[in-house]
């Protein structure tokens, strides 16, 4: 069984983690890629161990306001998945989904669900890419979804994380459409114990 | 000059007028002000939950409701506020999340919540506002020279308490 330590993590540890997010978001924005008919460039993911009161600042400071889209995992991998997208992204997509032109009131209730589903299909791609990378099972939730600042929706898995140390060590993948209007981040944040189940899986 | 002083997740500060406290973004954490209006001097706690006796790492005072406000207490005792005229502002504890009924992670804004207030009566400290529950995030500014907490929230207008 493989031990993670919060505190000392190895590179090869670390530049698994990465791969994982690489595959997982690799499926996510191609995904996304296919639902938009466009384009869709990632990042390198960052695999980091933050401070809970750094959290919110992955993604671009707590007051910034975004759509969350959170999914709790269970099973033998427990934590959660977050797809994250500035307002203005979210807008976006929705237009570009439901040939819309460009407007930025609030959304109506379908295309509030309408968003919902978009994640539940891109965050079930980065599952089920994970899932079977480590062939493990992945029992995710139903998508649940809030349109807040990033510090109030972020303070969710904080809490989580809270109750068994003061670090939280994330996943984290950037995503941009290539004009860049559409951009937004997948955030994997297993708890500790399912770092060992992933790691131990990959023979690590 | 006054400066704006940040209190981050499970963190906690004290200051004196014209100084002001702030904290960005409360979701379901509780953001506790306790302040001494005759000394100018106020304090804030950002606590994420309810119980450190119900968590094994709890080395983190300013974590939790109970610890918390303690903490508080002592570090706002130390800049001259004095303990008896302390009163209580509190906000935050949201839902973020609609969550199934059978989630354990349902209601812990709440808990914070009600954690925060139980601790407060337990101490004879008188809350003398609150703005607190609901689905939003908050900011919360906090001024110890007039005692007015500030908190804004996205689509909402300016709250002043």
Do not use: W
């Amino acid at each position: 069984m493989s031990n993670i330590n919060l505190d000392q993590i190895d590179n090869m540890q670390f530049d698994v983690l990465k791969e994982i997010g690489n595959i997982g978001a690799g499926n996510a924005t191609t995904a996304l890629s296919t639902m938009i008919n466009g384009k869709v460039d990632m990042c390198v993911p960052k695999v980091a161990l933050l401070e809970l009161k750094d959290l919110p600042d992955v993604v671009g400071g707590a007051e910034n306001i975004v759509v969350g889209i959170l999914i709790t995992l269970d099973g033998e991998i427990n934590g959660m998945m977050m797809f994250m997208m500035e307002l203005k992204s979210a807008h976006h997509l929705v237009n570009l989904l439901m040939g819309k032109s460009m407007e930025e009131e609030a959304f109506t209730e379908m295309e509030y669900s309408a968003l919902k589903e978009i994640g539940n299909i891109i965050a079930g791609a980065y599952l089920s890419s994970l899932s079977t990378l480590i062939n493990i099972r992945i029992g995710a939730s139903v998508p649940y979804m809030s349109i807040d600042m990033a510090g109030a929706i972020l303070s969710v898995p904080a809490i989580e994380f809270g109750k068994v140390g003061d670090k939280a060590l994330i996943i984290e993948t950037q995503f941009s459409k290539d004009d860049s209007d559409v951009n937004g981040y997948f955030i994997l944040i297993p708890t500790l114990e399912s770092y060992n189940v992933i790691l131990t899986s990959l023979g690590l | 000059m006054s400066v704006m002083i940040k209190v981050g997740m499970a963190d906690l500060n004290v200051c004196t007028a014209p100084d002001v406290l702030t904290t960005l973004g409360l979701g379901s954490c509780v953001g506790i002000v306790l302040y001494d209006s005759r000394s100018k001097t106020a304090g804030l706690v950002h606590i994420m939950l309810p119980d450190s006796t119900k968590i094994r790492n709890n080395e983190n005072t300013a974590k939790f409701a109970d610890t918390g406000i303690d903490a508080l207490i002592l570090r706002l005792t130390a800049i001259g506020a004095n303990r008896n005229r302390l009163l209580a502002k509190i906000a935050g504890g949201a839902q973020m999340f609609a969550f199934n009924a059978n989630s354990d992670m349902l209601r812990i804004g709440e808990r914070n919540t009600q954690a925060s207030k139980l601790k407060l009566q337990s101490l004879g400290i008188r809350i003398v506002a609150e703005d607190t529950g609901l689905d939003y995030g908050r900011t919360i500014e906090f001024y110890p020279g007039t005692g007015q907490l500030y908190i804004k929230s996205v689509g909402r207008p300016l709250k002043i308490l």
